[in-house]
T-cell receptor, first 110, second 115 residues
């Protein structure tokens, strides 16, 4: 069983649309990370959160600890947002090392 | 802005050979990590390193692998006797505080191809 599940696996949307990517996890966590992986392979950390909500530019991340669920939202999406978005959790079960989701491949069409 | 760097960007080797992947973490960071991503698969944790010793390692990180911080700036991953299944992207990361309490900064990766 995957400890971190993301949905959808793939998402194609038109420029300007509001995007939501979901992450559910089954372990106790100390923090949840959202990361972005570009087509070239590079990984960038977007958010680390353990409660509530964080916002950076057009990106918003929320987490519900009771429901073990997090969402990443992109407002006014743009083709340059096209990337793989990955959820990873830091869990006591793994001695806090990151457990990674499979990622959501997002394509924004102009 | 400080960044993690990795060399080489692409390494091609013959099965059975040893490879060393190099990383220069951000200078004031104390925690270092190696991850692996086989093509089309999830990123997987390999090892974390703090205070000149391994602090955590995964099941993947067996005797074939070793890490070292040979000087004040480099952090290396050595893979002995490479196998075809070692072909993957290897990412180095660093953080100021320990994982779970701080953001990790990733290098651009080294693509390892074992023939």
């Amino acid at each position: 069983k995957n400890e971190v599940e993301q949905s959808p696996q793939n998402l194609t949307a038109q420029e300007g649309e509001f995007i939501t990517i979901n992450c559910s996890y089954s372990v106790g966590i100390s923090a949840l990370h959202w990361l972005q992986q570009h087509p070239g392979g590079g990984i960038v950390s977007l958010f680390m959160l353990s409660s509530g909500k964080k916002k950076h530019g057009r990106l918003i991340a929320t987490i519900n600890i009771q429901e073990k669920h997090s969402s990443l939202h992109i407002t006014a999406s743009h083709p340059r947002d096209s990337a793989v978005y990955i959820c990873a959790v830091s869990s006591m079960d793994s001695n806090y090392q990151l457990i990674w989701g499979a990622g959501t491949k997002l394509i924004i069409k102009p | 802005e400080p960044e993690v760097t990795q060399t080489p960007s692409h390494q091609v080797t013959q099965m059975g050979q040893e490879v060393i992947l190099r990383c220069v973490p951000i200078s004031n960071h104390l925690y270092f990590y190696w991850y692996r991503q086989i093509l089309g698969q999830k990123v997987e944790f390999l090892v974390s390193f703090y205070n000149n010793e391994i602090s955590e390692k995964s099941e993947i990180f067996d005797d074939q692998f070793s890490v070292e911080r040979p000087d004040g700036s480099n952090f290396t991953l050595k893979i002995r006797s490479t196998k075809l299944e070692d072909s993957a992207m290897y990412f180095c990361a660093s953080s100021e505080e320990r994982v779970g309490t701080d953001t990790q900064y990733f290098g651009p990766g080294t693509r390892l191809t074992v023939l």
